[in-house]
């Protein structure tokens, strides 16, 4: 969830929140007023008689009518409200809520209850009416009050936005850094100053670690290959004895082996550092079909029967030389692990890409398999480097890597989902 979107659901939850309280706030609010001033006009209509009783007690009693209705009694009733319901004989015999008010006075040596009431409903209703109002009202302010904040809120974001969507798009390789877009907004500004200075140090420590792959990569290949090609003139000298021969095999052996496992320890930091920034499109069934051409020799040798299920028409945006050691490496380790005598098949649709051979089950444990130097003990001439640079290149990619061995059929099988994923 954006930063925006949690701004704004909590801004709607404290908005519904505070409307919800304030409503029910107000509705108490204008009820308890109302209820307050006909408590007032009760009170008034019984001093008002309690008045007329101390100088007319004969005229009143002869003329009254029921409201305020007045009893003789003997018991002192302090002042007491109370709600209750009236019949209303002119509606239906419909019971109608009433506010009434009993209090005795004494007028004489004689004890007098007072009973006033007043019906409620008219009140009833204007509370209520002046509640939606006043209810509705706020309901309108607050929503506007929200709707301004995160207009506000999306303006105030939107330097910040900007900063974000040039990140996305930055590279190492770049030869100048993004202009961030200025802030009159001071943490804004305090941020793009920051990352202005991160981003040359970044470059400068990627234009530093390129330059030493570089180096590394040229420098090792030079005195490795003249030391090839030394010991492969002393291995054709005829004054070798068999032993002489075995031991400069070995060192032939060993330095091939140094040779390919720099090759491929300098591919995965290149990787890793993303130097391989020229991306296009590319067409991976023409490239597949090469490629299982090219190990078609390696296929025939270890007896495998191939299979091969190639759609046309597959593209994917990526470098080509990734590309190429991706494809490479699956058929190399299904060619040298593969089970002699057993199958190979290669399955290429628009979605996924299936390399699997039959072969013995892992002798270490399968999360293991694309970490870096994790090999068979049976095989030490193997670098432990090739399905890590496999799984490298479909990180760099948004590609899901996935492995399985099916006990059944005794088959390994590797899957690459061609539609990248969020990364």
């Not at 190492?172 to 920051?194: C, G, K, M, T, Y």
């Not at 649709?349 to 444990?365: D, Q, R």
């Amino acid at each position: 969830m954006s930063l925006f979107s949690q701004t704004a659901r909590n801004l709607l939850l404290t908005a519904l929140a505070i409307a919800l309280i304030g409503s029910l706030g107000f509705y108490t609010l204008i009820h308890r007023t109302i209820r307050h001033e006909v408590d007032e006009i009760l009170e008034a209509q019984i001093s008002q008689t309690e008045r007329q009783l101390q100088h007319q007690l004969p005229a009143l009693l002869a003329g009254r009518n029921d409201n305020p209705r007045i009893m003789l009694t003997s018991e002192v009733v302090r002042p007491t409200f109370s709600d209750s319901t009236l019949i209303d004989s002119l509606n239906d015999q419909q019971p109608i809520p009433i506010r009434q008010l009993k209090k005795t006075v004494s007028v004489g040596n004689q004890l007098y209850l007072m009973t006033a009431q007043l019906p409620y409903y008219e009140f009833n209703e204007l509370a209520r009416e002046m509640s939606v109002g006043v209810i509705l009202g706020f309901l309108i302010l607050m929503g506007l009050s929200v709707t301004i904040g995160l207009s506000m809120s999306r303006r105030l974001w939107r330097p910040f936005h900007a900063t974000v969507e040039l990140l996305g798009d930055f590279r190492l390789d770049q030869p100048v850094n993004p202009v961030l877009p200025a802030s009159r907004i001071r943490e804004f500004s305090r941020l793009n100053h920051s990352l202005n200075e991160l981003m040359q140090k970044l470059r400068r420590q990627f234009s530093l670690q390129k330059q030493f792959t570089e180096n590394a990569s040229h420098e090792l290949q030079t005195p490795l290959a003249v030391a090839t090609a030394e010991l492969d003139l002393l291995m054709q000298s005829e004054q070798l004895t068999e032993q002489d021969h075995d031991h400069l095999q070995r060192a032939t052996t060993a330095i091939s082996r140094l040779s390919q496992l720099n090759r491929s320890l300098l591919l995965l930091t290149q990787v890793e550092n993303d130097q391989f920034s020229d991306d296009a499109p590319l067409d991976i069934s023409t490239l597949l079909q090469q490629y299982v051409g090219e190990y078609a020799p390696f296929f025939e040798h270890k007896q495998l029967t191939f299979r091969a299920s190639i759609a046309d028409g597959v593209w994917l945006r990526i470098n080509r030389q990734l590309a190429g050691v991706l494809l490479t490496n699956l058929l190399k380790n299904a060619v040298r692990h593969g089970r002699a005598g057993g199958e190979v098949m290669v399955e290429l649709t628009a979605a996924t890409l299936v390399i699997s051979n039959s072969g013995e089950v892992l002798p270490f444990p399968a999360d293991t398999l694309f970490n870096r130097f994790v090999k068979d003990p049976a095989r030490p001439d193997s670098t432990g480097l090739g399905l890590a640079l496999v799984k490298q290149i479909c990180d760099r990619y948004g590609l899901l890597l996935t492995y399985t061995y099916d006990v059944v059929t005794s088959r390994h099988s590797f899957r690459i989902d061609l539609v990248p994923q969020a990364v």
